[in-house]
């Protein structure tokens, strides 16, 4: 996840301009011979100027990993490619995917690790990044 960090903050602030991804998800992530992350499709992405960092749009990414803002009002900005970015690291570390069938009616990913972070980690953490082989 460190290589897509990388490549999300050259993304946002290695430019004159600023290019948010809007659709950023597991599968938009390729690796290539080295195994470094590499991240693809930018079919719906948006170009801004750095006074200008929120635009509205009509196409959606994929929801589950899409922010709030962008899916209700079609507000695109950084923060909802560190929205999505959030949502696959909470992935990552839990081994559900935001469209689990866990996750109905008001239960989220998001809030499921919210509601049972600090006190619950076991509760949400995949205990297979605890187990050791020798």
Same mark, same amino acid.
């Given at each position: =996840? &460190?290589?897509?960090?990388?490549?999300m903050e050259?993304?946002?602030?290695?430019?004159s301009f600023v290019v948010v991804h809007c659709d950023l998800k597991p599968s938009n992530i390729l690796l290539d011979?080295?195994?470094?992350?590499?991240?693809?499709?930018?079919?719906?992405s948006k170009l801004m100027t750095v006074?200008?960092?929120?635009?509205?749009?009509?196409?959606?990414? =994929? &929801?589950?990993?899409?922010?709030?803002?962008y899916g209700s009002e079609g507000l695109v900005s950084t923060l909802g490619d560190v929205y999505s970015y959030g949502i696959m690291l909470m992935e990552t570390f839990t081994r559900k995917k935001p469209m689990d069938n866990l996750f109905v009616e008001e239960l989220s990913l998001k809030r499921w690790v919210f509601e049972s972070f600090p006190n619950r980690v076991m509760d949400f953490v995949d205990?297979?990044?605890?187990?050791?082989?020798?």
């Open positions: =996840m &460190i290589d897509v960090t990388s490549a050259y993304l946002h602030e290695g430019h011979g080295d195994m470094v992350e590499r991240v693809s499709d930018f079919g719906i006074d200008k960092l929120i635009t509205q749009t009509k196409t959606l990414g =994929m &929801i589950g990993y899409m922010a709030p803002e205990v297979n990044l605890f187990s050791r082989q020798d």
